[in-house]
């Protein structure tokens, strides 16, 4: 897991790793590392955002956390997914198309099954980011597509 303190450092976190912190009866943690302790508190948690603000020996840190899959998605462009409407929705990586589950004009719902697309041996769904009308269908059954190759226009 990787933690982002401050928007400035990033840390990487071993979970599998024992982790001396000790909760006090004010509700603060004692948390022992390379023989210093330290006062935790947790001043605030936005469990949406993944965002946790820290109080550390009374100095605050905002910790922005990512999990393998956070960094999996920002690794293969689909954080703009997010936060913008797209007008394509584009291959995440090389493979075949095994199924085209929509066609020209369809109407979609956010999360719905658009296409399977086959790569390294697994079926990877392909679903919608938000609300849509398909506008055309840009590949063929059994179409081999490279990474970033269009697939759909909206």
């Known amino acids: ?35 210093k302790n330290y ?4 001043e605030s948690i ?4 993944k965002e946790v603000v820290l ?3 009374g100095n605050p840190y905002t910790c922005k956390v990512s999990t393998e899959l956070d960094l999996l998605i920002k690794d293969m462009g689909l954080l703009s997914a997010k936060s913008a409407k797209l007008k394509e929705i584009k291959a ?19 999360g719905d099954s658009l296409l399977i697309l086959e790569a390294m041996k697994m079926e ?6 938000h609300d849509l009308v398909v506008k055309s269908v840009k ?13 759909l226009k909206l």
């Open 124 to 129: 990877n769904v392909i679903k919608a980011p």
């Open 55 to 57: 109080l550390l020996n």
């Open 39 to 42: 006062q935790v508190e947790v």
């Open 46 to 49: 936005d469990v949406d955002n």
């Open 92 to 110: 995440p990586m090389p493979g075949k198309v095994i199924e085209v589950l929509v066609k020209e004009s369809d109407e979609i719902k956010k």
């Open 1 to 35: 897991m990787n933690i982002k303190v401050n928007d400035q450092h990033d840390i990487e976190v071993d979970l599998s790793a024992p982790l001396d912190l000790r909760p006090k009866v004010d509700g603060s943690y004692s948390l022992i590392h390379d023989a």
């Open 139 to 151: 590949v063929k059954l059994g179409q081999a597509v490279e990474k970033g190759a269009v697939l």
